[in-house]
């Protein structure tokens, strides 16, 4: 009998280990993997995934060490992160499992509809100061930015400040929702966010990359037929060696269903 | 049982219990000195690092005038403020595919030698490894270590700015002392109004009904107190104030005033109460009025006790984190008004320790913070230990 306990518990921890796989990263991606790790464990009931967040860097710096076997991100690898998994003999695989857009967004009351990224830029580092210069009211611009630990923030700073810095003492926030909060209640206000937090308190503007040729508005359509311009891929990265283990998760996350919930959280599907 | 034996099983229980606390308490101590020291190491840590991001060069053409950059100057040339031209390695992504640059990008440091070679006002910000060796048209800029002055006198806070994160933290040291200040003028008057009605005026069955009410305030979570400051007191000043910007220092010194009441009221209202009923009712026998009793005898008194109140509402205040996060707008300028936003320390904290990574100069930097913060709460309980303990019946020789 004893014999047969002991048995069965080395098989289970045999099957687990075979099974187990840790996510970890990004908390812009965090609740969509967490979801996607739900459904599969239910239809593939004996898998486990553990999904944990703490940042696009700490993730990616557990892949390095080892310590995960998938890491979330909403940023592309940098360039010292893939240096340092090829020092370690080894190769990253890059797999982008959905996009995020991100809408700029005003009060509800301010009548500026449309902003080139050029206007963003200045308005974010600092250069314009008033809401008349862009054709508005005569009111000071207000800029909310998120806190620098987040991607959002880096992705921001890259996409539309082209890697400039922003206005010193600008105005961070430590969250999405807050920003939304701080936008709807202030006249003069502009923030950025996740097109799944945009709602009905403040006013999402239709954005230009080419110097004011076209505008286009924020929308799930707009960014999946690539109108829209501020788009960021979200991405898992597996080192090669242990493809065959991350695989069938992988692939669960880009199926039709995978997708579906993709959908569901609010991300774009590819 | 023998009494023999019963005493000598006292008695070892007795040794055993000793034995025991001492041991909690050497080890309590222990543990918290070697947190003070784990924080001045990481801290320290920050001096010994470069000001350029660590693994990073700034390479120059040889002809090039620039012998040395300040952080600031570097921060202006990647910003485009300036005749430089400022050269990162996506922009040679950007020009060149992977195979043009080879494998394991061996031929990444001759490209870039060649881009620096033919543009004279280039300064390039690239990983140290693939800097052009050999080239005589290519200089290397020396770095240097973080200074403290530039640490301690710096007025600008941009901790992920890259190539040279810029760590002022003047704006950030000033912005909690400014909402500290303003919370403690705003919380004072009003604490001491309140411990004055409850301890002398106040009827009994107001006094048992109220005292417990403000003991609560004490205990409702800081994010609530963050979460109303954000929803309700923000646009509320922003409306009545006509306000650009409703997260200003102002909203961060209400929140922590009513935050700081409590502790204020029940430290400095035990403190009163303690007055021995003697001096009062013989400050009553010689025909005192009951206010002049307050205010001539029964303040005085307590003088200690209340002041000790006031130090210990200015400790809360200094290291409130998560109200002051949500309700300042945590812009890091040096401040000038109540009515603009400020970043302090704890909150600085708060929000950038989470992605910098550990062991690096913002890492350091953000422990650095935690060591200024962690002096500025040691002298103000010191204060408060060195207050409460003159107490006005000594001096009197009562």
Known sequence: ?270 | MKPDLLRCKRKGFRLFAEALFTLSGTVTTVVILLIILFLFKEGAGLFRSNEVEKGYSLCVHASSPVERLSPAQIKQIFDYETEWIPFRLEDLFDRYSEEELGKDYALLPGKLGEEITKEPKLVAFVPTQYVPTGLPTVRVLPGSRIGWLRFFGGKEWMPTATPAPLFGVLPLLLGTLWVSLFAILIALPLGLGATVYLSELAGEKMRRLLKPAIELLAGIPSVVYGFFGLVVLVPFLQRTGGLPVGETALAGSLILAIMALPTIITVAEDAMRNTPKALREASLALGATRWQTIYRVVFPASVSGISAAIVLGIGRAVGETMAVLMVTGNAAVMPSSLLEPVRTIPATIAAELGEAPAGGAHYQALFMLGCILFLITLLISTAAEIISGKSFYNKKGI
Request: charged share 20%; with cysteine.
């Open chain 1, 1 to 270: 009998m004893k014999q047969f306990v002991f048995l069965t518990l080395i098989g289970v921890l045999c099957v687990t280990a075979v099974q187990a796989q840790k996510v970890k990263g990004s908390d812009t991606v965090l609740p969509l993997s967490q979801k996607e790790a739900e459904r599969y464990m239910k239809t593939h009931p004996s898998a486990t995934v553990t999904v944990t967040g703490g940042g696009s860097g700490v993730g990616i710096s557990a892949l390095i060490e080892g310590t995960t076997d998938i890491a979330q991100s909403s940023r592309k690898i940098k360039f010292d992160e893939k240096q340092k998994i090829r020092a370690g003999a080894q190769t990253v695989e890059e797999i982008i499992i959905a996009y995020d857009a991100l809408a700029v967004v005003v009060h509800p009351r301010n009548p500026v509809q449309e902003l080139t990224r050029e206007q963003l830029e200045g308005i974010f580092t600092g250069k314009i100061t008033n809401w008349k210069e862009v054709g508005g009211s005569d009111l000071k611009i207000i800029p909310y930015s998120r806190e620098t630990s987040s991607g959002t923030y880096e992705f921001f700073k890259e996409s539309v400040l082209k890697n400039r810095n922003y206005k010193n003492g600008i105005l961070s926030m430590p969250a999405t929702g807050a920003i939304v909060q701080s936008v709807s209640q202030t006249r003069g206000a502009i923030g950025y966010i996740g097109l799944a937090y945009l709602n009905r308190e403040v006013k999402a503007l239709r954005v230009s990359y080419d110097g004011g040729g076209t505008f286009t508005a924020p929308s799930v359509a707009n960014a999946k037929n690539g109108t829209y311009p501020i788009v960021r891929p979200l991405y898992f990265y597996y080192i090669t060696r242990s493809e065959k283990a991350v695989r069938p998760f992988i692939d669960y996350v880009l199926s039709p269903a995978g997708q579906q919930i993709v959908h569901e959280t609010g991300f774009i599907a590819l």
